[in-house]
Antibody, heavy 118, light 110 residues
Framework: QVHLVESGGGVVQPGRSLRVSCAAS????????MHWVRQAPGKGLEWVAF????????YYGDSVKGRFTISRDNSKNTVYLDMNSLSVEDTATYYC???????????WGQGTLVTVSS | QSALTQPRSVSGSPGQSVTVSCTGA?????????VSWYQQHPGKVPKLIIY???KRPSGVPDRFSGSKSGNTASLTISGLQADDEGDYYC??????????FGPGTRVTVL
């Protein structure tokens, strides 16, 4: 069964950094691209970043470009999101999702909450 | 890349049909058949219910159907059930590994 489990969320002060992780199981991780999508409390979904199956290409949403970095370790079946220069606007639940056919996101992990607050 | 627009809310009685629209631009929804839809129950994880405009993943009831006309994609839920209550998001790409979600539509079963 395909399973994604995020971790690493927590409370962080504005301007600081945080890394969140997503551990995958139940499928050939090194054959799929992976996304990060976030959802601010009470708000809608926002695509954050995407990484190719082999890590060779990475893409970012405009609101995080230059501050966030997506990476992966296929030997550990894990994708990461390094977040720098965090602001209160980055407060959200961060979901990882597999890039399925035709750029659809399936499945999603349970999410990890990142709260940026002083 | 333009934003997508969705109605804030739609409602219907059990057994009825409701349709959620998702309007984009000729450069995204109108140009690519890469529209997907996600169902999110309150406090739960989003779930893929439609991809490639009209296709359903295995396990998704055929009460859910998708379509597209011009720059507007639509999700129709037929035979509305209580468990269909929740938020529905459309998503598309403009073909440049950049993705946009609609603001979401709250579906209420009366």
């Amino acid at each position: 069964q395909v399973h994604l489990v995020e971790s690493g969320g927590g409370v962080v002060q504005p301007g600081r950094s945080l890394r969140v992780s997503c551990a995958a199981s139940g499928f050939s991780f090194d054959s799929y691209g992976m996304h990060w999508v976030r959802q601010a409390p009470g708000k809608g979904l926002e695509w954050v970043a995407f990484i190719w199956f082999d890590g060779s290409n990475k893409y970012y949403g405009d609101s995080v470009k230059g501050r966030f970095t997506i990476s992966r370790d296929n030997s550990k079946n894990t994708v990461y999101l390094d977040m720098n220069s965090l602001s209160v606007e980055d407060t959200a639940t961060y979901y990882c999702a597999r890039d399925w056919v035709s750029s659809a996101f399936d499945p999603w992990g349970q999410g990890t909450l990142v709260t940026v607050s002083s | 890349q333009s934003a997508l627009t969705q109605p804030r809310s739609v409602s219907g009685s059990p057994g009825q049909s409701v349709t959620v629209s998702c309007t984009g631009a000729s450069s995204d929804v109108g140009d690519y058949n890469y529209v997907s839809w996600y169902q999110q129950h309150p406090g739960k994880v989003p779930k893929l219910i439609i991809y490639d405009v009209i296709k359903r993943p295995s396990g998704v009831p055929d009460r859910f159907s998708g379509s597209k006309s011009g720059n507007t994609a639509s999700l129709t839920i037929s035979g509305l059930q209580a468990d269909d209550e929740g938020d529905y998001y459309c998503c598309t790409t403009a073909g440049t590994y950049s993705y946009i979600f609609g603001p979401g539509t709250r579906v209420t079963v009366l």
